[in-house]
């Protein structure tokens, strides 16, 4: 390890005869013994250690080698950190380990290319760096002679048999088999009873532990004589274990068969990009065109929200009718319009789905930015669509929209999934060849064969891959996703996509837009390729599709023309509107189904009115139609005693009243109804849903704060309270003199004078230390009377909030919870 920075005052600077740091002698030691862009590194490499403070370097060292901080950092490590780390677990009892020994143990041999191109040996080097920078190892070398251990309790984490090596046998070490000859080879092996070499093979490679055979058989034999050699371990009457020695002399000094340095690349079909990009263009079109039916039928029929949340099983099937697809790929649609924000729960009473005012600027959006809006929803949702009409623990179906699909560590694993795809561009890949490369980036937390699945169907549906491989819209979305390699617990990092990058990544793949209909004389019209913003629009209100592909058949009817009247279009409009995109004259059977269908539309008219006033004098109510002052009002003769208004009755009332009419609100049957209570205005929903809505997620965490972190452990390591206070932010407050005697629970020196220590990060620091070391340490623990005690014990284990330990004076072991240990102080000697 590198010695601390200048005006670093940490206790574990040691200098050897020769002004050269010595080598530190724990893991504590090595932690403390870092310089200041050192620890910086290492709260980079795992932010989790930061959150809450430690409170000296003690506690931060105690902190990285819990069980729960080793786990989180080994949840994420690639398949070749692993095998770098058994390496030095399997070999650090026999003595020094070097990273030649670990090159030599995975078999990374130094001409051996990785199918990246890069030298096996730099890849080993640069992992074994990786490695001591997170503190997942230490250097308890002097410089110039590295000496790799494992940090504490990496052993227990990685398993009882690290790279499928059984434990190691008394007396012997690990590198170099009791006996060996300076060939490596143990002459106990040379001369096996017959059967011998078979049983060894068996263990040789994992796991090591094997039942014992039936006696009288030559198995059973070759067996008693192994254990009679020591070259196998009685674990019980019916299990025998091949010794770790053992194991590697069998493997030739190897701990693994073969390296793996670099994610594999599995075979996959080649789909030219510009192919991708077709797909894709036609799968977001589509996206698109279903998002738009979904608001016009939740316009129309607005569902109801379940009791449970989500959206009925009816309601889907309905919907998934609406949409032209089946129920799996309408829940998705359901999804990813409620993550948009263009589909919402209205809040009300009782509650439905509702398109938002964002549906409204949806409208004016052409299909680039309209996809763009979806995608940058989708990269940050943590939804789970893929899981809809399954059955929870409960055994109830999961509904879309219901809370039960919400998965936090869905946005990651959607990172990694694209990172696949953009490993092997134009290679279209299949779940099981995802699965195989992302078992690689993470043995120990491989994620579920039907997420990735599910990913990769969405991944199609959106367009962000077309026939299987990325296209260039996804490339354009992976770009701008968070980096990887954020711990399991973490809150993923905000999204902040750049709209109109993505909008202009979709519509340099969408193929060009035409602005022209070819009419037909039989009510039908085909647009010769993806129609504008405005000639889509356009058919959408006058007519109803018959079949889309390269070139889109619409056909117009009744129904269809109806609807465009019901826009406000009148007929000229529409026959206009229609003529300046045909090249040839509008033709006769459509221009007669327009104007026959526009002169049954007017003959019967239908409004509304939010109020009514009437009087029994005309003259009272002649000429308020036409005040200018009343325009507000909208108000309308119907009659010469009667004016409809289109405000609510009571605005219209003050109205009046204010132009000095003397009016009454009166009910349905007539009565006076009183006009002092007023409803209160609702809540606007844009206000409703901004209410509603969840707050933005910052970063917990970033290179400032750590600096400050790292300036406060330093002056805590160094007694500085002054300085602790000051870096913390802290005034300290002036002192009275006190003769009172110090707390006997938490005294800060300890009876011979020595400092100790009250703080918990420090105490399980030591404990640790002492654990690993097999040492003494001077515990004070509050007894079962309720006093203070103070025994010399040797931690034997430190787990689940307890300790076992020997008490040397009694002869005896006791447990005690470590909520009980006020102090801990290393023993002398």
């Not at 060894?200 to 070759?222: S, Y």
């Not at 300890?750 to 703080?759: K, L, W």
Request: aromatic fraction near 2%; hydrophobic fraction near 45%.
């Amino acid at each position: 390890m590198a010695s601390t920075s200048p005006g670093s005052t940490a206790e574990a600077d040691v200098v050897d005869g020769a002004g050269a740091p010595a080598a530190p002698r724990t893991f504590t030691e090595a932690v403390r013994a870092r310089d200041d862009d050192e620890l910086l590194a290492l709260l980079r490499a795992r932010p989790d250690l930061a959150t809450p403070s430690p409170s000296t370097l003690r506690s931060l060292a105690a902190r990285a080698s819990s069980r729960t901080a080793l786990e989180r950092a080994l949840a994420h490590a690639d398949a070749r950190t692993l095998q770098a780390l058994e390496a030095v677990v399997a070999l650090a009892p026999g003595g020094p380990v070097t990273p030649g020994d670990v090159r030599h143990a995975v078999g990374a041999d130094e001409d051996a290319p990785t199918p990246d191109g890069e030298d096996a040996g730099s890849v080993v080097e640069r992992v074994l760096g990786d490695a001591l920078t997170a503190a997942l190892l230490w250097d308890a070398g002097e410089p110039g002679r590295p000496d790799l251990r494992p940090a504490p309790g990496l052993d227990d984490v990685l398993g009882p048999h690290p790279a499928g090596l059984g434990p190691v046998r008394p007396g012997a070490r690990p590198g170099q088999p009791q006996g060996a000859p300076a060939d490596g080879a143990d002459p106990a092996l040379t001369d096996l009873p017959r059967g011998g070499h078979e049983v060894l093979d068996a263990l040789a490679w994992g796991p090591p532990i094997g039942l014992v055979p039936a006696p009288g058989t030559t198995a059973r034999t070759a067996v008693d004589a192994l254990v009679d050699a020591r070259l196998l371990l009685r674990t019980d009457a019916r299990h025998v274990t091949l010794p770790r020695d053992v194991g590697l002399a069998l493997r030739g000094g190897r701990t693994h068969r073969s390296p793996e340095l670099a994610p594999p690349r599995p075979d996959g079909r080649l789909v030219l990009q510009e192919a991708a990009d077709a797909e894709a263009a036609s799968a977001a079109l589509e996206l698109v065109r279903r998002v738009d039916l979904l608001v016009a039928a939740w316009d129309e029929t607005a569902p109801p929200v379940l009791r449970s949340g989500g959206l009925g099983v009816r309601d889907v099937r309905r919907t998934a009718q609406a949409l032209g697809s089946d129920e799996a790929d309408a829940a998705f649609v359901v999804e990813l319009a409620a993550a948009a924000g263009v589909v919402a729960d209205d809040g009300d009473a009782p509650p439905s789905y509702r398109p938002t005012t964002v549906a409204d600027a949806w409208e004016g959006m052409d299909d680039a930015e309209r996809w763009a809006l979806l995608a940058a929803a989708w990269v940050g949702s943590r939804r789970t669509p893929w899981l809809v009409g399954s059955r929870d623990e409960k055994g109830a179906l999961r509904a879309p929209l219901s809370p039960d699909l919400h998965r936090g560590w869905v946005p990651r694993l959607r990172r990694q999934v694209l990172d696949v795809l953009a490993a092997q561009p134009e290679t279209a890949l299949g779940p099981e060849a995802v699965m195989e490369v992302l078992r690689w980036h993470a043995p120990r937390t491989v994620p579920p064969e039907q997420a990735v699945a599910g990913l990769l169907g969405e991944a199609a549906l959106l367009g962000a891959t077309g026939a299987g491989a990325l296209s260039g819209p996804g490339a354009a979305l992976l770009a701008h996703l968070p980096a990887p390699g954020r711990p399991a617990d973490a809150r993923p990092t905000p999204v902040h996509l750049a709209p109109g990058d993505l909008a202009a990544a979709m519509r340099a793949a969408l193929p060009g837009e035409v602005d022209e209909v070819l009419l037909q004389g039989d009510l039908t019209g085909i647009v010769p390729g993806r129609p504008s913003q405005a000639l889509a629009l356009l058919l959408e209100r006058s007519s109803d599709v018959e079949s889309r592909g390269a070139a889109t058949t619409v056909r117009f009817s009744p129904a269809s023309v109806t609807r465009a009247l019901d826009h406000g279009t009148t007929a000229d409009e529409l026959l206009g509107a229609l003529a300046e995109r045909s090249r040839v004259p509008v033709p006769q059977p459509l221009e007669y189904l327009v104007r026959d269908t526009a002169r049954r539309h007017e003959s019967l008219r239908v409004g509304s009115a939010g109020s009514y006033v009437r009087a029994a004098d005309p003259t009272v109510l002649a000429g308020l139609a036409a005040d200018p002052r009343l325009a507000h009002l909208g108000l309308v003769r119907l009659a010469p005693t009667v004016l409809a208004a289109s405000v609510p009755a009571v605005e219209l009332h003050d109205a009046l009243r204010a132009r000095g009419l003397l009016s009454a609100v009166e009910g349905p049957d007539g009565r006076v109804l009183s006009t002092r209570l007023r409803r209160p205005p609702r809540l606007d929903r844009a206000a409703r849903d901004a209410r509603r809505g969840p707050a933005a997620e910052q970063e917990a965490t970033t290179d400032d704060a750590r600096a400050a972190l790292v300036a406060r452990l330093r002056a805590a390591d160094s007694g500085d309270e002054t300085a602790v206070d000051r870096l913390a932010g802290r005034r300290p407050e002036p002192v009275a003199p006190s003769t009172a005697a110090p707390s006997p629970v938490t005294p800060s020196r300890a009876p011979n004078g020595r400092p100790r220590t009250t703080e918990p990060g420090d105490a399980l620091a030591i404990l640790h230390d002492a654990l690993r070391d097999g040492r003494l340490v001077w515990i004070e623990m509050v007894g079962a009377s309720g006093t203070l005690e103070r025994r010399a014990l040797k931690p034997l284990r430190l787990d689940g909030g307890r300790l076992r330990a020997l008490d040397p004076a009694r002869e005896a072991e006791l447990t005690v919870a470590v909520h009980r240990i006020a102090a801990v102080e290393p023993a002398d000697g």
